[in-house]
Structure formats: C-alpha cells, structure tokens
C-alpha cells in the first residue's frame, strides 16, 4: 500500500544546514510536499515540487527529488532556532480521490 | 480571525462519555477533514467530507463518527470515549484540486483531547 517514511528526529546547531528526508511509495503523486508544524499549531505547507522536476530552491529552502529512488529531501540552510519543529513530508494518495498521505513526521531540534 | 476553527481546543473527560468536537471554516472550501495525531504515529485521517452530502471512512474511522451540517461546519463526535483516543484532533479544509493542481491543506489549531 502506499507510504511515506521519514526519521522522527534530527538534531542539529545554529548555523547548520538541516536535511530531513523521505521515501514514498506512489510515483503517481504529481506533487510532493513539505508541511510544517510548529509547537502548539497545526500544520502548514512549506513547500512542494512537481514531480518532472529534480531541485526547488527557495531562499533558505532547498527539495530534491529522485523519482528513480522514489527520495525526497528537504534542506534548510542555515537553521535558526525559529526552524525547530515537526516536518511532515506528504504525497497523494492513488485511492481516496487524492487524500494526501503523511509521513510520521521529523521532529527538528535547533541548538543553540 | 482565523481561516478554521476548532472548539475546544482542550478536554479532559472520562472513558465512556460522549465528546464532540467542532471545526468552523471561513475558507469558502468544499473539503474538510479530521486527523489524529499521536507521537511516532504521525497524521492518520480519521474522516473526510468533499461537500455536505458526501462523507467518506478514513484510515481510522472506528470509534468515530462525524457530521457536516454545513459547508462551513464539520464535527467529529466521539460516542464512548476510551483512553486509546486520547490524542490531539486536527480538522483541515482545502479547495477542490484541479487536474493536476497543488494539494494545499490548512489545518486547524487542533483539540487536545484526553480520556482517563
């Protein structure tokens, strides 16, 4: 069936770069995405890519997609303790007239 | 104000009582959605409605029941509470997707829920 795998922790300093990844099993999502979670809120889209291409860049934001390894990655460049929180990554489901399906999430820890 | 809604955003009830919570959406959005939350278990859908007359099981719809009495309004009841549902309850809308379109989600604050 489908699913989408991430690690559930990711610990790293200010300063650094963070790269949470995921794999996913339907490579029919058209898009994939990143959501946010912050403490005590609920989730927000961060980002997406289409799924013809293999890079998106946005100011600090960074996705890479391998359709081939059906991979996905998001990279923060220089994290701030502002980017502590939990990353969801997300495609869409086959069934379900296009549901979106969650990873379990990356809970990111900034340290100062 | 906030685009969607949900009362309470705590409860604390017993194993057997009824609970229900509410979602308001000012979106305009034909589809809403209710998801639980539980540590290392990530987002699972519990129920999902794409107008008022259409309402469909998620992945976890035993125990749950739900109700959209508007385009605007969809609560999630819960008729005999166990402590396996203690969890926090998010409720999300979104647009009816063209082909092809971006599958946005926004989601509420959620409702931390827990039965003792």
């Known amino acids: 069936g489908e699913d989408v795998e991430q690690s559930l922790f990711l610990s790293v300093r200010e300063g650094d770069s963070s790269v949470i990844n995921c794999t996913y099993t339907d490579s029919s999502s058209t898009y994939l995405y990143w959501y946010k979670q912050e403490p005590g809120a609920g989730l927000q889209l961060l980002t997406y890519i289409f799924s013809n291409m293999d890079m998106k860049q946005d100011q600090r934001l960074t996705v890479l997609l391998n359709k081939k390894d059906k991979h996905l990655s998001l990279r923060i460049a220089d994290t701030q303790t502002g980017d502590s929180a939990i990353y969801f990554c997300a495609e869409t489901s086959r069934g379900s007239q296009g549901n979106l399906i969650f990873g379990k999430g990356t809970k990111l820890s900034v340290k100062p | 104000d906030a685009d969607v809604t949900q009362t309470p955003r705590n409860r604390i009830t017993k194993t057997g009582k009824r609970i229900m919570l509410e979602c308001s959406q000012t979106?305009?959005?034909?589809?809403m959605y209710w998801y639980r939350q539980d540590p290392g278990l990530g987002l699972r859908l519990i129920y999902y409605?794409?107008?008022?007359?259409?309402?469909n099981k998620g992945e976890i719809s035993d125990g749950y029941s739900v109700s959209r009495q508007a385009q605007a309004k969809f609560s999630l009841s819960l008729e005999s509470a166990i402590p396996n549902q203690t969890a926090l309850y998010f409720c999300?809308?979104?647009?009816?997707?063209?082909?092809?379109?971006?599958?946005?989600?926004?989601f509420g604050p959620g409702t931390r829920l827990t039965v003792l």
């Open positions: 999300a809308t979104s647009d009816t997707p063209g082909t092809g379109s971006v599958r946005e989600q926004f």
């Open positions: 409605s794409f107008d008022v007359k259409d309402i």
């Open positions: 979106k305009g959005h034909d589809r």
